[in-house]
């Protein structure tokens, strides 16, 4: 109701101009009933008698009221133009601004295809009807009731007669109102499913392509496309039958009319003029009936726009701007957590009583298994969500009352799923621009170690990016990304995994970059790779969405808590700078739980079997159902492991990550694989094949039989 009123506020706005529009439509009402009433007085009183006098003038007032029409009309054309016009682009700014208010839960809730449908299809309606249905509406009303009284003017048992049939007009459409609602209702839900579709088949092509996934995409578009089909049908059905029907009715109408009139003229209870302007303005209310009834579908569809927008006028941002929000400084003395629980959905809390406190000019790290709470917890700092318990402040000021401008400025948040808009890179860099010149952007480049590959692209900095970064590399957009950030010259940093898409080159240049920024910026970093944080202030170990562990790294090792399994399971790779070559030390290799106990000289010889492979982003290493036969550790990297769950789709049961192993049971024998292993960035493995391992075996069978045995125990 909220967002009707809204409309109806815009449309009011020019007092003016409405006037205009709504005497132009009274203007217009009146002329199209009083002309028929004109023949009434042409037939008894100017043909019947042969009276020319009164013949002139009515011809005359006929002609000048029509000429004034016309104009009246010209006029309300202009006023309704211009007052639509800028209520519809007045909603669609304010639906824009909405929109961009809301937080992460609301952009999780609505998918892309379901809210641009609201953008495009239903503003279309909703503009269709503030421009050509509602003031259509309104005219046909309105002939229709002064016609009416008309009618009763001329005589009113006629009337009565009439209008006791054309009840019937309307016992049709109502009785197929609500049938006709749910199937306009179905069609729209069917073409947003659809929608969903073809946007996840054009922005995960490359993953459907990789994991074969072209025949199920197919079925299921198959049958949302039959869907569209059934649904349309049933729509088209029912639309036409609402729109028949009233028509039938009128036929009736007419024929009852004829019958009545004609008895009341024989019985000399009615002039032949009165039947004949009765008659006109009957067809031109009975018209103006149908018209009204040729609305009906088209308004039951744009009420279902209308309801879909308000819904979406209806989310409160889940993270709102306070009444009077507190301007932050450009800079702080500290930001903390205190006692802080988080939960995505009210079933489980993703962090569970936090609390930290970093000062500013502190480097500080999140490390832990995946799924600890590490970006969670950044995402809180970063206020992208507020916790359910706790608070987060900067220098003792919640963030809940904090201005959403100030903070932005203070503090930028670079995550590993970097966005880049269809624009140039200067424009990605500069953004609005306010403020920076090109060359603050080619230092900030030349810090994020991108300049150079900028410029030797043949535009430089006005290179075109496409598919939303879709066009660079992973580490490419990451530095573009880095640069944006450093271009702000951010008081807090915050870094999700930034480094994980890089090469071990371009890694090692962002960490020493970090090390020139951290005594002038607040950095917090999110990263499993904990060779990139042992400089660090203090690293926050967290375990299942509590902090466990905290202090350098020394104090970590020193503990021997999860930190230092963690880096005992990172520690013993080594990688060439350009990330091609990979080895393992025997020792790292000897702590595998499967090659337990077999001496160290023995496991020499297995060390030198394993060879680098790389992988790209999406790249699926091993595919469920299909028999292995190599085995892997994970040198640099994110893998999700993806299992098929009958009846469902695809599902991610875990991830790994640098350190992390799969697949030795292909070692022993040829079993089909029990999970999907697809990489979540660039990264880099050491395997080994089933055969060249056992030529190995062959001379030392007792490692063959440490693995089987380990392997049953595990099984
Ligand atoms: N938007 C979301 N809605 C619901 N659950 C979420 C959402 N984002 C993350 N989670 C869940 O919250 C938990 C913590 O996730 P988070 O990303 O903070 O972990 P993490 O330690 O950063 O792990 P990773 O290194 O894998 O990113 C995980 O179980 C994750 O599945």
Not at 2 to 11: S, W, Y
Not at 362 to 380: C, D, E, H, N, R
Not at 558 to 583: C, I, M, P, R, V
Request: charged share 20%; proline share 3%.
């Amino acid at each position: 109701m909220n967002f009707i009123r809204a409309m109806l506020r815009h449309f009011i706005h020019n007092k003016l101009l409405f006037g205009v529009f709504l005497f132009s439509i009274l203007f217009e009402v009146a002329y199209a009933v009083a002309s028929p009433l004109s023949l009434k007085y042409l037939v008894d009183e100017a043909f019947t008698p042969k009276d020319y006098h009164a013949f002139l003038l009515i011809l005359g007032v006929l002609f000048s009221a029509g000429f004034f029409n016309i104009i009246a009309n010209m006029a309300g054309d202009y006023s309704l133009g211009k007052l639509s016009g800028e209520a519809v682009r007045k909603l669609r700014l304010e639906l824009f601004v909405h929109l961009q208010k809301q937080s992460l839960p609301f952009y999780q809730r609505f998918k892309v295809g379901d809210l641009v449908t609201r953008f495009a299809s239903d503003m279309t309606t909703l503009e269709r009807v503030v421009r050509i249905s509602s003031p259509f509406f309104l005219r046909e009303t309105l002939s229709v009731l002064l016609g009416l009284v008309m009618l009763f003017a001329i005589e009113w048992k006629l009337t009565l007669a009439v209008l006791a049939g054309s009840a019937l007009m309307y016992v049709g459409p109502r009785l197929l109102q609500a049938r006709a609602e749910a199937d306009n209702e179905s069609y729209k839900q069917a073409q947003e499913r659809f929608s969903n579709t073809i946007d996840e088949m054009i922005k995960g092509h490359k993953t459907i392509k990789g994991l074969h996934q072209q025949s199920s995409f197919r079925e299921r578009a198959r049958k949302q496309i039959q869907e569209l089909y059934s649904f349309g049908l049933k729509m088209h059905v029912t639309n036409s039958l609402m729109e028949r029907l009233p028509l039938t009715v009128l036929l009736v109408l007419n024929g009852i009319m004829i019958g009545f009139g004609g008895y009341l003229i024989f019985h000399d209870q009615m002039t032949i003029g009165g039947f004949m302007a009765f008659l006109t303005l009957f067809m031109s209310v009975g018209q103006s009936g149908s018209n009204l009834s040729f609305l009906i579908p088209n308004l039951i569809d744009s009420s279902i726009s209308f309801r879909r927008i308000s819904e979406v006028f209806a989310q409160k941002p889940s993270v709102p701007e306070a009444d009077d929000p507190k301007e932050l400084p450009s800079s702080f003395a500290a930001i903390g957590m205190d006692r802080v629980t988080f939960g995505y959905t009210e079933q489980a809390d993703q962090l569970k009583d936090v609390s930290l406190r970093i000062p500013a000019g502190s480097y500080v790290a999140f490390v832990g298994p995946s799924g600890s709470g590490k970006s969670t917890a950044l995402q809180l700092l970063s206020r992208f969500y507020d916790p359910k318990q706790g608070t987060v402040a900067i220098d003792g000021h919640d963030l809940r009352n904090v201005s959403e401008s100030s903070l932005r400025k203070l503090a930028v948040l670079v995550t590993q799923d970097t966005f880049l808009f269809n624009s140039t890179v200067r424009d990605n860099l500069l953004l609005d621009g306010k403020g920076f010149t090109d060359a603050d952007m080619i230092v900030a480049a030349k810090q994020a170690n991108i300049h150079n590959v900028i410029e030797s692209w043949p535009d430089g900095y006005d290179t075109q990016i496409h598919h939303e970064g879709g066009s660079l590399s992973g580490g490419e957009r990451q530095r573009i990304a880095i640069a944006r950030a450093l271009l702000r010259k951010p008081s807090l940093l915050l870094l999700d995994e930034v480094t994980s898409a890089l090469d071990p080159a371009t890694e090692a240049d962002i960490n020493a970059l970090l090390q020139q920024l951290r005594r002038h910026t607040t950095i917090i970093s999110v990263t499993h790779r904990l060779a990139s944080v042992i400089h660090a202030d203090r690293i926050h170990v967290f375990k299942e969405g509590s902090i466990v562990e905290s202090g350098t790294h020394e104090e970590l090792l020193g503990q021997n808590g999860l930190y230092g399994t963690l880096w005992e399971k990172q520690h013993g790779f080594h990688l060439s700078h350009d990330g091609l070559h990979a080895t393992v030390d025997v020792e790292r290799l000897a702590k595998l739980p499967f090659f337990e106990g077999i001496e160290l000289p023995l496991l020499d010889g297995v060390a030198a079997l394993f060879s680098t492979e790389t992988c790209k982003e999406g790249e699926t290493v091993v595919r469920e159902g299909e028999e292995g036969n190599k085995f892997y550790i994970i040198v640099r990297g994110r893998f999700e492991i993806i299992k098929h769950i009958p009846d469902e789709r695809e599902k991610r049961v875990a991830v790994l990550q640098d350190g992390d192993h799969f697949g030795e049971i292909a070692l022993l024998m040829n079993i089909p694989r029990t999970a999907t292993v697809k990489a979540m960035g660039p990264s880099v493995l050491l395997s080994v094949r089933r055969e060249a391992f056992h030529q190995m075996t062959a001379a030392h069978p007792q490692i063959l039989q440490t693995l089987e045995n380990t392997l049953k125990k595990r099984m």
